[in-house]
């Protein structure tokens, strides 16, 4: 089994920046993604990397904005958010997966933390 907890969302103006942090607890994993979640939205897809190799991966809405990085040492995976828009404004999630592969979409993640909410103001 392995325990996701997020923290560092809250409530930053336009143009602001957050770090969100997922501090991880368990068994290995191999992939790590941040998905998130607006009102009345589906859950999508924002970064994702291989927890050995450090490949990472982003949605096209948040590439040259976002980024995404773990600490092997301390089982950490955080999501530096620059450049925030009101549009980002949504409930963050970090998930993990026992595959190697990493993917988009969120069925194909395993473990899932409680979410952070990251409010952009305008």
């Known amino acids: 089994q392995v325990q996701l907890v997020e923290s560092g969302g809250g409530l930053v103006q336009a143009g602001g920046s957050l770090r969100l942090s997922c501090a991880a607890s368990?068994?290995?994993?191999?992939?790590m993604g941040w998905f998130r979640q607006a009102p009345g939205k589906e859950r999508e897809f924002v970064a994702a990397?291989?927890?050995?190799?450090?490949?990472?991966y982003y949605a096209d809405s948040v590439k040259g904005r976002f980024t995404i990085s773990r600490d092997n040492a301390k089982n950490t995976l955080y999501l530096q958010m620059n450049s925030l828009k009101p549009e980002d404004t949504a409930v963050y999630y970090c998930?993990?997966?026992?595959?190697?592969?990493?993917?988009?979409?969120?069925?194909?993640?395993?473990?899932w933390g409680q979410g952070t909410q990251v409010t952009v103001s305008s």
């Open positions: 990397i291989r927890w050995i190799s450090g490949t990472t």
């Open positions: 998930a993990s997966r026992r595959g190697v592969e990493v993917h988009t979409t969120p069925e194909m993640y395993d473990y």
């Open positions: 368990g068994r290995s994993t191999y992939a």
